[in-house]
């Protein structure tokens, strides 16, 4: 789902594509400052509950659209907070968090550097978040929950964008974004998970020779 205040260049952008397009629109209207190379970090969940830290960097500038992943009380930033860089150094930034009130808020990196870009974001990592406009890309995968999620992010304005490659008109759409997904239970988890050991053991056929 895009967060940009633009919609994507095209149907079914994914959220790879979206990233690198909406700055390359942002920097050629001059709408982005000097970039710097930031450190950042966010926390990934393992299997067993532990979690980790991914360590990367990004190239932000003033007017970059950033994404907050971690609740922070001091910040007054919550998990998926978005906002607008207004001042970035290697050591610093300042953003101006979206919202009616427009509160900034400044933070040293080293003590805060769990961000990314805001122009895009999942679905799931969307849930929460609030926008003015959002720009949907139906895929096949969706039903009636993600869709639900999706298209009520919006404080103003929300747009669906579907290719048909995947779907063949719009009673096709309305349809998968209206099924309902029932919930799994372990045991179908088990059974999937049981099936696809099978197959991986299971000895590919020979190929019989021609002639």
């Not at 982005?32 to 950042?40: F, K, M, N, P, Y």
């Not at 992943?69 to 150094?89: H, I, M």
Request: charged share 35%; glycine share 8%; aromatic share 6%.
């Amino acid at each position: 789902m895009s967060t940009a205040r633009h919609p994507p260049l095209g149907v079914r952008r994914s959220r790879s594509f979206v990233l690198p397009s909406a700055r390359a629109i942002l920097r050629e209207r001059g709408a982005l400052g000097q970039e710097v190379r930031v450190e950042v970090a966010r926390e990934l969940a393992a299997d067993d509950g532990t979690i980790a830290i991914e360590r990367g960097e990004r190239y932000f500038a003033q007017g970059d659209r950033v994404m907050f992943l971690k609740n922070d009380r001091e910040l007054g930033v919550k998990n998926v907070s978005l906002g607008t860089v207004a001042e970035v150094n290697r050591a610093s930034m300042r953003v101006v968090r979206d919202g009616a009130e427009r509160r900034e808020v400044s933070f040293n990196l080293r003590d805060y550097a769990t961000l990314d870009y805001g122009y895009a974001a999942t679905v799931h990592k969307a849930q929460g978040a609030t926008v003015d406009r959002t720009f949907v890309p139906a895929t096949p995968g969706m039903d009636r929950h993600l869709a639900y999620v999706a298209m009520t992010r919006h404080r103003e304005d929300a747009e669906v964008y579907a290719g048909r490659d995947d779907f063949e008109g719009y009673d096709e759409l309305k349809e998968r974004l209206s099924r309902a997904r029932p919930k799994d239970s372990t045991l179908d988890y088990a059974r999937r998970r049981g099936t696809e050991a099978a197959r991986a053991r299971r000895p590919e056929p020979e190929a019989k020779a021609q002639g």
